[in-house]
């Protein structure tokens, strides 16, 4: 790997207490290009901008995905990053559906391990300090040619971040004229066109006072599938339900964390489909004790109340079992706690 350094860091320029999520970058980034059939010698090199051709054919065709994840610090100045590898497996998954070139592992390791060495001063020690990591790949061929490209970069950069909290409520709308996904397309996938795609009726929900959508089912808009940026848990009399993963939903790290820590709790998690009406049924009958997401950037997030053929559905103002499993995630995210399921990978 080659390694090219900046000449003085631009991190006293920083003002870590009011940082915008996402919108301030590290020192470095990691990138890789694919030519002549294969991945090449990476580089990291200071963060700044590409130059691309405006042919280049994820500009016309959309090829790209990405991947998000966080690295925290301990008290001692450890940096853990936490279930890395389900990232790395899923962002090669995305790649596959999108016909992009998997990544080598060892690059993607190695890479990780050396950027975040690099940038370490970049991620503040204490709980809901972070730094976000967004790994991505794109089509750079410079083609219009609609068919998959034979040239691709491959780019890890790094934000730091404060924890999510907006303080206000989460109303959210259930969706039931636009879908986020189809039967046999790649709603699974990180594939940046997903999330194209929903800002319109976001922002049509956002002007109804509303901060996000839950997405359904394309075909009856029966079941509730997932959030924007997050999957959604339901507690109904003491279980916890989520819908399965399909070939609609993304396979989220943080919900898959929080069903095993959820178990580990004694707490009974079915993964099934889960019809609107069940959960306004629920409501009615007083027995829907609490609705969260999940997902990286914010961990888990309750929600306020839920929205649905233009009625509203006021949640529980309390939520102890979301904010509860939020703890516990945290405290092994921040080796702040034990990690029986051995989820932390530190950097060295
Ligand atoms: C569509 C979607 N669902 C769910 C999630 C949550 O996944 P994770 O917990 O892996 O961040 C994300 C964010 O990554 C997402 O983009």
Not at 78 to 94: A, C
Request: with cysteine; aromatic share 12%; hydrophobic share 40%.
């Amino acid at each position: 790997m080659n390694i090219n350094k900046i000449q003085s860091s631009k991190i006293d320029s920083i003002n870590f207490d009011k940082l915008a999520f996402g919108q301030t970058f590290t020192d470095h980034m990691f990138i890789c290009r694919f030519r002549e059939g294969k991945w090449q010698e990476p580089e990291i090199k200071p963060y700044g901008s590409l130059t691309l051709d405006p042919a280049s054919s994820v500009f016309h065709y959309g090829q790209a995905v990405f991947e998000g994840m966080k690295a925290f610090k301990d008290d001692q100045n450890q940096v853990w990053l936490f279930r890395p590898e389900e990232n790395f497996k899923r962002i090669n998954r995305s790649a596959k559906r999108l016909q992009i070139p998997e990544f080598p592992e060892s690059y993607f390791f190695e890479g990780l391990n050396t950027l975040l060495s690099m940038d370490s001063a970049w991620i503040r020690p204490g709980k809901g300090n972070s730094l976000y990591i967004r790994p991505f790949v794109f089509a750079s061929q410079a083609s219009v040619q609609a068919s998959a490209a034979n040239e691709y970069v491959f780019i890890i950069i790094c934000a730091p971040v404060k924890s999510y909290y907006t303080g206000g409520e989460i109303n959210v709308l259930i969706a039931e004229e636009y879908s986020r996904a189809a039967n046999g397309g790649v709603g699974f996938a990180k594939a940046a066109g997903n999330y194209a795609a929903q800002f319109y009726p976001t922002s049509e929900a956002l002007k109804n006072g509303f901060q996000q959508i839950i997405w359904t089912d394309a075909d009856s808009h029966e079941h509730m599938e997932e959030a924007g940026t997050m999957n959604i848990f339901f507690k109904i009399n003491n279980t916890l339900v989520t819908a399965p993963t399909n070939d609609r939903i993304l396979d989220g790290i943080t919900r898959k964390s929080i069903i095993a820590l959820a178990k580990h709790n004694g707490i009974s998690v079915e993964e099934r489909p889960v019809k609107v009406q069940e959960i306004k049924d629920a409501h009615q009958a007083g027995t829907l004790e609490e609705v969260f997401g999940t997902g990286t950037a914010v961990v888990v997030l309750p929600i306020s109340s839920f929205s649905h053929q233009k009625q509203v559905y006021k949640l529980p103002k309390t939520t102890p079992l979301a904010d509860s499993l939020k703890e516990q995630l945290m405290d092994i995210q921040y080796n702040l706690a034990e990690d029986p399921f051995e989820w932390r990978r530190g950097i060295h």
